[in-house]
């Protein structure tokens, strides 16, 4: 099954995330808990953890580029 990863609220002020950089690339099979993705929200530099074990399927989202609030930014399959 593919879930979709979304763009969280990290803090009250932010509408929008920049994507610094995917610590994982397509294809790398990702653990819950592990830290795959770097977001810059303007005031600081947070590391995103997978929400699920699996493959990282897809990046919807490119480093440097931003995304809003609920966006999906990557697609995790659960799927063996």
Partial sequence: ??????????????SEGQIIKWRKVEGSKVDKGEIIVEVETGKVVMELESPYSGVLKQTKVKEGEAANIGDVIAVISTSQ
Avoid at 1 to 14: C, Q, S, T
């Fill in 1 to 14: 099954m593919d879930y979709e990863m979304l763009m969280p609220r990290i803090d009250a002020e932010m």
